[in-house]
Structures are given as C-alpha cells and as structure tokens.
C-alpha cells in the first residue's frame, strides 16, 4: 500500500496528498482527507466514474465501501505508533440508504484499542465510522476491526 518513509511524512506534516496518490484505490476513487486538530475527515467528492446507477444517479456500494475501509484503515495506520499496516480482522458495514451522487463524508474514532490477552503482544482495535453528506443523517455505517502486534 504505502512505503514507510510515505506514512512517517504524513504523519509528521498532516499531508495526506502522498499517501492518497501511492493507493492507486484511493486515487482512482477521487478519496481526500483533512485533518482538523485530531480529527481526520475523509471526503469522497461527487464523480461520476464513481456511479453504480446513473439513473438516480446512485454511488456504487462497492466504491462506498471502499471508501469507508480506506478512511478507517488510514485513520488506524495514522493513530497507531509504528509504521505497520494493520491487520484488517473484520470490516462491517450497514447501507443505511441509497448513496446518491453527492459528495461524501466519513469521519473515524478509535474506540478500543486493547491487547487480546495478557500473555500476548497483539492488540484489538475498533474502529465505528458513520459516512454522511451534511452531518443530518448517515449514509453507511461501519465498523473495522484489527489485530496488531504491540
């Protein structure tokens, strides 16, 4: 996905633009990403390319997935202290209504983050992430959990 040296500059800067163009996914679905104090705000910009019924016009499940694994997924690899790709466990996610073309947003929390046992050195994490387009009311919503060596 990403060189280490890519992750360790995002980090260092908060520019995520280097990190987007090396995921040739992200890049191809248009994905951007701000950060705005702690938060990150991932941004999936109306394109039609994105489009699974242009009749709606309707965003295609599979790229509104896409999205929300990605957004989850760099948020986990920005949150974490090494310059590892997390293990994606299980990836969840409720279509809560039709994702017409519009521009998208998701936003992430880690919620847990704990090792699996106290013998063991792997961590859990939980990540939820609701996507939205104005903060009214969700989209999807999803869940990504991971394993990790601590």
């Known amino acids: 996905m990403t060189n280490p040296e890519i992750l360790r500059y995002t980090q260092e800067t908060g520019d995520f633009s280097r990190m987007l163009e090396s995921i040739p996914y992200a890049r191809f679905i248009g994905l951007e990403c701000d950060r705005y104090g702690d938060d990150l705000i991932f941004r999936l910009p109306k394109k039609e390319e994105n489009l699974g019924n242009p009749i709606l016009p309707a965003i295609h499940g599979g790229v509104i ?3 929300m694994e990605l957004s989850a997924l760099i948020y986990l690899m920005m949150s974490q202290e090494t310059l590892r790709m997390p293990r994606i466990v299980d990836f969840s996610l409720d279509y809560l209504r039709a994702g017409l073309d ?12 704990q090792p699996r046992s106290q013998c063991d050195d792997h961590r859990l994490a939980e990540v939820p992430l609701p996507a939205h387009r104005d903060r009214t009311g969700a989209l999807p919503s999803g869940r990504l959990n991971s394993l990790d060596r601590g």
């Open 65 to 67: 997935g896409g999205f």
């Open 102 to 113: 519009r521009e998208t947003f998701a936003e992430c929390q880690l919620t847990r983050q």
